[in-house]
Nanobody, 124 residues
Framework: QVQLVESGGGKVQAGGSLRLTCQAS??????AAWFRQAPGKDREFVAT????????LYADSVKGRFTISRDNAKNIVYLQMNNLEPGDTAIYYC???????????????????WGQGTQVTVSS
């Protein structure tokens, strides 16, 4: 069983930056991803990273602005968010599939474990 805890959310002005952190309990032996959900909208994929960190995928809406990375020695997954826009406002969730699933995944139903979410608010 894996437990995930997100942190680093907050309020920033458009053009600002935030770094989100996903801390996993114990070894996170799988790929990982970030999703987000705005009020009244479906949960949407943001970014995913393979277990080894060599492969990443991004939603078109964040490509070039966000970077997903990980530190397996610390069991942490990061999401560096630059040039934030008001449309990025949402609750951001960290997710992981079952242990041993090492490749990048971008569908919510492929994920087994979810954090509680952290709020990101971008004002203009």
């Amino acid at each position: 069983q894996v437990q995930l805890v997100e942190s680093g959310g907050g309020k920033v002005q458009a053009g600002g930056s935030l770094r989100l952190t996903c801390q996993a309990s114990g070894r996170l032996f799988s790929s990982a991803a970030w999703f987000r959900q705005a009020p009244g909208k479906d949960r949407e994929f943001v970014a995913t990273i393979s277990y080894g960190g060599g492969s990443t995928l991004y939603a078109d809406s964040v490509k070039g602005r966000f970077t997903i990375s990980r530190d397996n020695a610390k069991n942490i997954v990061y999401l560096q968010m630059n040039n934030l826009e008001p449309g990025d406002t949402a609750i951001y969730y960290c997710a992981a599939p079952q242990e041993g699933s090492l490749s990048t995944l971008n569908l919510a139903w492929e994920y087994e474990y979810w954090g509680q979410g952290t709020q990101v608010t971008v004002s203009s």
